[in-house]
């Protein structure tokens, strides 16, 4: 049974996490964090303000917070040998030096995106690239989320670039809106495109472009509960691991 401290156990995704985990028989969250109070009874484990109010014994913290409290955490964990599960984004340069730095004492497993097909999607487009690069194909990533979003392109659209860049030497640059553009298009790019509308949770297309045929891979999330559900899957897998950054592809057995 891994035990599992909730950091952001109120939120919504900290929600998502408590009711996947009651049905879980490999897993528990022995206690949660969250400066936002629940009506009584509302979880079905204690819950404090900070960090360092928790006594009880855990496996790993899974953080699902915002990123003020990163030094907190960091401290907390460092002191108690603790794992840490870090789904949070929105980190500055300076947090993630910090964050760097904490792995050299603890392990610490971080994504942009937490969901197990997404980063499966990311693995096949790594392979795929490799073979459609020689063939000439042109790539083009597409999201769609909802219209509350703020930010395009996605944190995930970029993590699929980024890997397949990565498969591809890091020769390619990216191409976020060509409206200003009257050129043909350069073979080195990777065009990554945004739409935002109604409440799509969020979708991932990659296009593979090539001479009288395209090759698409497609991600449709339908609910948060994918995301919630690689989130336990990343605790179990990094309990007990010894210090290190880590990331989903050793989740999915990459």
């Known amino acids: ?113 937490m969901s197990l097909g997404i980063n499966t999607l990311a693995k096949l487009a790594e392979a795929a690239a490799k073979i459609f690069e020689e063939a000439g194909f042109d790539i083009e990533i597409v999201e769609r989320h909802h219209n509350r979003k703020v930010d395009a392109p996605s944190g995930t659209a970029l993590l699929l670039a980024d890997r397949i860049n990565t498969a591809l030497s890091g020769e390619y640059h990216y191409t976020y809106d060509r409206s200003g553009r009257r050129q043909a298009r350069d073979p080195k790019e990777i065009g990554i495109s945004a739409v935002r509308g109604g409440t799509i949770v969020g979708e991932h297309e990659i296009i593979f472009a090539g001479r009288d045929e395209v090759i698409e891979l497609k991600h449709t999330a339908y609910s948060r509960e994918v995301f919630g ?20 592809q050793g989740v999915i057995g990459a």
Not at 72 to 93: A, D, Q
């Open 1 to 113: 049974m891994i035990n599992i401290i909730l950091r952001g156990c109120n939120g919504r995704m900290g929600q998502v996490i408590s009711d996947i985990v009651k049905n879980d028989t490999q897993s528990q969250i022995v206690a949660g964090v969250d400066l936002t109070p629940k009506e009584n009874g509302a979880n079905s484990y204690p819950v404090y303000e900070h960090l360092a109010e928790c006594g009880e014994g855990a496996d790993v913290v899974i953080d699902f917070s915002s990123p003020k409290g990163l030094t907190e955490l960091l401290n907390f964990c460092r002191e108690k040998k603790l794992p840490i599960v870090l789904c949070t984004t929105g980190f500055s340069n300076e947090q993630l030096a910090e964050i760097e730095e904490a792995a050299g004492e603890i392990a610490i497993l971080r994504s942009a995106n």
């Open 229 to 248: 559900t690689g989130a336990v899957q990343a605790a179990k897998f990094l309990a007990g691991k010894k210090a290190g950054m880590y990331d989903m």
